[in-house]
């Protein structure tokens, strides 16, 4: 298979992006084993080569903190930037969209300084949404071009991450998680 990583980390001023670069590592090295895989990081690319990433790829996962109940402003500038009209998707003669990258599945990995009980139903801060909710758009971003949710790995949602007795754990929940690719 072909795998595109993307290192969604932005610079923030609480965030120096370690782990976010460490789970890109690890997925890089597991993953290579048994499958073909490209890497950008969104501070540093050239939109027209990530096309051709793109349409390289078989799955794309983004990895990234979640900041302020959203994902960095970085990954939202690449997206911006990388998924242009007429390379990734296009409308017909009634306006209506056409995805240009069918046939391809994403996932991703994001961190979160919070604890699970800020998304319980119930909590009045978040009023109940889930980080998927949250990042519901950026499913319908992927879906609008064609890339689909992928079925062989599911999203990791990881809590707490400046509590350091979480780090090894969510490394091998991610290797565990990477592992299930192995059968593709």
């Known amino acids: 298979m072909h795998i595109l990583l993307i290192n969604g980390y932005t610079p923030h001023p609480d965030a120096g992006g370690k ?13 290579a084993q048994h499958n073909e895989v490209k890497y950008t990081a969104v501070t540093d690319y050239q939109a027209s080569e990530e096309a051709e990433k793109f349409r390289w790829a078989d799955l794309i996962l983004l990895y990234f903190p979640l900041y302020w109940y959203a994902v960095p402003w970085g990954l939202k500038r690449y997206i911006d930037d990388v998924f242009a009209l007429h390379v990734f998707y296009d409308s017909d003669e009634n306006a209506q969209p056409v995805a240009l990258m069918p046939g391809k599945q994403f996932g991703y990995v994001t961190t979160l300084a919070a604890v699970p009980e800020t998304y319980a139903p119930g909590n009045p801060l978040t009023d109940g949404l889930t980080v ?3 990042l519901k758009p950026l499913d319908v971003t992927f879906r609008y071009v064609g890339i689909e949710p992928a079925t062989q790995f599911h999203n990791c949602i990881f809590y707490d991450v400046y509590n350091p007795t979480v780090i090894e754990p969510i490394k091998t929940s991610l290797l565990a998680e990477l592992s299930k690719l192995d059968d593709e």
């Open 132 to 134: 998927t909710d949250l």
């Open 19 to 31: 782990l976010t670069e460490a789970l890109v590592d690890i997925s890089r090295e597991k993953l």
